[in-house]
């Protein structure tokens, strides 16, 4: 009866981990899933973007490839420069579908804006185009 105890303060425990302990595999979650939309790009697509608007806008946005999934990406946006951790980040998750498009679900532990999420596409299918500082 202990260990049964034990055990179940042990996995309540894990559920209540500060947000700053949040991981990938909590966070790409439906609790935190905020928007999902299609680009027509391929991955090589969205990395070019990707690095464009680095280059052009100086922007912390930043592009990989799952390394155990490489049907899957993530580009990920800090909600503010400078900002640490999944718990301040938006995560574009990215799978490849087979027509040369690509899928993009929005995952995020704080609620963002619409601004923030469009934000984030933008960089992808306007990389040239920064935008303007608030």
């Not at 559920?15 to 680009?39: K, M, V, W």
């Not at 390394?67 to 909600?79: E, I, L, M, Q, S």
């Not at 980040?89 to 999420?117: E, F, H, W």
């Amino acid at each position: 009866m202990k260990k049964l105890a034990f055990c179940l303060v042990l996995a309540l425990s894990g559920c209540a981990a500060p947000p700053e302990g949040i991981s990938l595999l909590q966070l790409e979650s439906q609790q935190y899933h905020r928007d999902r939309r299609s680009f027509p790009l391929d991955f090589v697509g969205v990395q070019r973007a990707v690095i464009k608007h680095q280059q052009v806008c100086g922007s912390d946005i930043q592009f990989a490839v799952d390394d155990n999934h490489p049907g899957y990406a993530r580009v990920t946006k800090p909600f503010a420069p400078g900002a640490q951790g999944l718990n301040n980040t938006i995560v574009l998750g990215l799978t490849k579908m087979a027509n040369v498009q690509t899928r993009g679900d929005v995952y995020s532990y704080k609620t963002p804006t619409r601004a923030q999420i469009r934000e984030i596409y933008q960089a992808l299918l306007h990389p040239g185009e920064c935008e303007p500082s608030d």
